[in-house]
Every structure is written in C-alpha cells, then in structure tokens.
C-alpha cells in the first residue's frame, strides 16, 4: 500500500501521470475538435450538437450531468498534468544545481523546448476560451446568447477586429506543439520506442497534432473567408 501511495511520488511515476492525463486530453480536445466541426451542418444542427452535450445519459441522468462528468475528468487531468511537470522540472532543476559548464541543447527540438512556455500559453487560452464560449463574459463576448452557441461562435469570432481569431490561431499553434511532443513522450513513457517503430510513432504524433489543430482551425478561419455566417 505504502509503495503504491509513493509511486506518484517517483520520477517514472510521474511520468506516468503525464502519460495518462495527457491520453486523457487528448481524446478529449479531439472529440472537441470533431463537435466544432458540426458549425459546418447548420445552426440547427450544432445548436441540437450543444444541447445534446447536456441532455446525454437522460433519463437516468439529470440535466447536464453527463456533461460535468467529462469536466471533472478533464479538471483533474490537466491539474495532475500540471502538477506533475512542475514537480518534475523541479527535480531535474534540483538535480542540477551546480549547472553545466558548457550547457548544450543537443537532440533538441522545438516542441521539447517550448513544453512548459507553451503549457503556461495553453493554460491561458483556455481561461479565454471558457470566458468567451462558456460564459460569455462581456467585453470579452460581444454578445452571448446561452440558447444559441452558433450565433455566439460566429459572432465571437468576428468580433473586435477579428482579434479572438487572431489569439485562436496563436493558441492553436502552442496546442500543435504541445499535442506532438505530449504524444511522442507518452509513447516513450509506456515504452512504444524503439529502432524500428520511431519513424512511424513519430508520423503518428505530428498526425495527430496536425489533424486535430487544424480541424480546430478551420471553424474560426471558415467564419473569417465566409464560410460560416448567420
């Protein structure tokens, strides 16, 4: 009992926790990305798609419980999530107090060295993103309507100059980094690595990013060239 409470506690345990949050978000930024996609079927259809979310599991569950079921799931992901990279950045920073003398970056990349920079930008475009499209803030929503989420999706981005698009897109891009090495290291966690089936995990993680980012991307940019309006 005691080895199985200590085992968060362990770098390989930690690790871990990464692994199974981060599958966790992204089967759900993924299924997310496939609802967005509804804004192309209509406002009747995706305003049934919205109000579908909160009639799931009825009648044996209460309004917009099934709802608040994903939400709990996702809250404590991505705070064991966080929780987990700072505690283990913390021990790697430890581990190397003293520093380098000579401090080189090889086999590095892009996505490897903007992980937390982009996990603190991640964080933040949700806080607006929840303040925009869940509750219609004002001044940062224009004008919100909770019984008519295509409206608020089309107006929101069309709003202040097209400035919201503009922070979608360069959110957008952290979560494609993020979504590529999240993927890559959670296969590196459970031991998928090896000789032989690199090449293909790492076309599977950048798949991954790539697909889901872009069908992000798509709504925002169908509302921009005209694609979607009311």
Known sequence: ?????????????????????GLIWIGFVAGHMFGNLK???GAEHFNDYAEG???????????????????????I??????????TLKARNLQARAHGY?????LHANAAQLTMIYGGIAILIFMIYHLMHFTLGVPG??????PTDPYQNVIIGFQSYYYIPTIIYLIGLVALAFHLYHGTWSMFQTIGLNNKT???????????????????????????????LTL
């Open 53 to 75: 979310l909160r009639t799931f599991g009825a009648p044996f569950l209460a309004y917009g419980q099934a709802l608040w079921l994903v939400r709990i799931v996702v809250i």
């Open 101 to 105: 003398a000579e401090h080189r970056k």
């Open 39 to 41: 804004m192309y079927t």
């Open 1 to 21: 009992m005691v080895g199985v409470l200590s085992f968060p506690q362990t770098t390989i345990g930690k690790k871990v926790i990464m692994a199974i949050s």
């Open 197 to 227: 089936y690199d090449g293909a995990l790492h076309g599977l993680a950048w798949l991954a990013a790539i697909v889901i980012t872009l069908g992000f991307a798509t709504v925002p940019l169908g509302v921009v060239f005209g694609l």
């Open 77 to 86: 992901a991505i705070v064991s999530h966080v929780w987990a990279a700072l």
């Open 140 to 145: 940062v929503h224009p004008n919100f309507d």
